[in-house]
């Protein structure tokens, strides 16, 4: 198994984690942070094996966590139940369609948060909820949803350049094959 | 589809999680501090290059307004130091008739100044992380402040880094007071509104309470954490909650949390 695609995609989620700490032009401009980790969870549920979709899950989770006031361990869960849910109909699902990359990123950029916030209700937290909470729910669907086909058009030119090239047809033609020797 | 050893590990990861969430507080915050370390080398590159941007902008700006802007905080400095001087004799007044009075000397405050290098990631806290830690003096608890108001409190500190938990946050309450005329209440969350527009809600103040708009709000002083006479903010309106058995004030920050880069930390 090549693991360098996998690698890849766990350091642009550490990347992209740090980031949404980091920079705040979503929050200023829309009133919520986008989440870039249900995006590349979509995309790595569809692409990678088992083994990349609990890394991507875990270390996310975790890495999100530690820089939020989330108890540790909270957005592991929603996470990698997404990517299980993708990972096990992933044969009945369109990959390559854009169509089909938005409506995914749209749906697991909006059940992350409400995952994590159930989790969170659950363990006696009181995170922050109103009426505002509702457009930022739609803020996070919604950048999901454009960031899902950002992260396959990106990610599928590196698997190009990253993986295994298929192997091109051999030259040998066994219709002209010269037999030698008496027959 | 997934094989029977998949299930195996998937079950070990989710036991794992599930152990993780119910591990004591204490055991999770240095876990958290220890993988949010992991973020130090990027905490790092974002400091070098906000500097390297500070020195380019001070690169373009003519002398002349150096010069001006040089000028101008030399006279502030100035009459800082007359107010000091005053400061001093009222400082050692005060002292002088606390000790007559038999009550508890006060200290000055200590305060450290540290740069914003982060915020929380999720849309439903509101913290920031700041470059100041236990090798500064940081404590769970230290009040952090700017020159127009009050912060919040540090949540955890690690050895370089300190989590601060920003008014505002449904987990931080306090205990505040209007100026004018002293009635007390509690600064909570207020949820409606997005953090850009920088209000919070004043709770519990008396059912009929004479509180005006435009009257500010400073910390009491109840509880410890936070020494009295920090300013919070200015009253923008009031309802009655409880069918008039309390009323609460819509309070609009001194601070603009949203564009914070740097913060004073009081240490003890």
């Known amino acids: ?183 | 589809m997934l094989k029977k050893s998949h299930y195996i590990i998937l079950v070990v990861v989710v036991v794992l999680a599930l152990a993780l969430l119910k591990l004591p507080v204490e055991t999770t915050g240095k876990l958290k501090l220890a993988i949010s370390g992991l973020f130090l080398p990027l905490f790092g590159l974002s400091g070098s290059a906000h500097e390297l941007l500070g020195e380019a902008r001070q690169g373009l700006t003519p002398k002349r307004e150096l010069e001006r802007q040089i000028e101008q905080l030399r006279r502030q400095n100035q009459e800082q130091q007359i107010l000091l001087i005053q400061d001093a004799s009222v400082w050692a007044e005060n002292a002088r008739l606390r000790g007559l009075a038999g009550w508890p000397r006060q200290s000055r405050w200590n305060v450290k100044l540290g740069r914003v290098i982060g915020r929380d990631p999720a849309n439903w806290w509101r913290s920031m992380q700041i470059d100041l830690g236990a090798r500064d003096g940081l404590r769970t608890n230290c009040a952090v402040l700017t020159a127009a108001g009050l912060v919040g409190r540090v949540q955890s500190v690690g050895q370089t880094r300190s989590q601060v938990i920003v008014l505002g946050d449904p987990n931080l309450r306090v205990s505040a007071i209007v100026l004018t005329n002293g009635e007390t209440g509690v600064i909570v969350a207020s949820s409606s509104t997005p953090e850009e527009d920088g209000m919070i809600d004043l709770d519990y103040l008396s059912g009929n309470s004479a509180v005006r708009p435009g009257q500010s709000v400073v910390t009491w002083g109840a509880g410890g954490v936070f020494p009295p006479g920090i300013p919070i903010g200015k009253i923008v309106d009031l309802r009655p909650k409880e069918y008039g058995l309390w009323t609460e004030a819509r309070v609009k920050l001194a601070v603009n949390l949203g564009a914070l880069e740097e913060v004073w930390v009081m240490i003890p």
Not at chain 1, 31 to 58: C, E, K, N, R
Not at chain 1, 60 to 80: E, H, I, R, T
Not at chain 1, 152 to 163: C, E, I, P, S
Request: charged share 10%.
């Open chain 1, 1 to 183: 198994m090549n693991w360098l695609p996998t690698l890849f995609i766990l350091a642009v989620a550490f990347v992209a984690v740090f980031l949404e700490g980091w920079c705040d032009l979503f929050r200023h401009w829309l009133g919520a942070q986008i989440d870039f980790l249900p995006a590349l969870m979509v995309y790595t549920s569809l692409t990678d094996g088992l083994a990349a979709v609990i890394l991507l899950g875990v270390c996310g989770g975790l890495w999100f966590d530690a820089l939020s006031l989330n108890p540790l361990g909270v957005s592991v869960l929603p996470l990698l139940l997404i990517g299980l849910v993708i990972y096990h109909s992933r044969e009945l699902l369109l990959r390559r369609h854009t169509f089909a990359q938005v409506v995914l990123g749209v749906v697991a950029g909006a059940a992350q948060p409400l995952g994590t916030l159930f989790l969170l209700l659950n363990l006696g937290c009181a995170p922050l909820l109103g009426w505002f909470s509702l457009w930022q729910w739609i803020v996070l669907a919604a950048g999901g949803g454009v960031i899902t086909p950002l992260c396959f058009g990106l990610f599928d030119r590196l698997h190009g350049a990253l993986d295994y090239q298929p192997a091109k047809p051999a030259a040998f033609r066994p219709d002209r094959e010269i037999k030698r020797g008496r027959q």
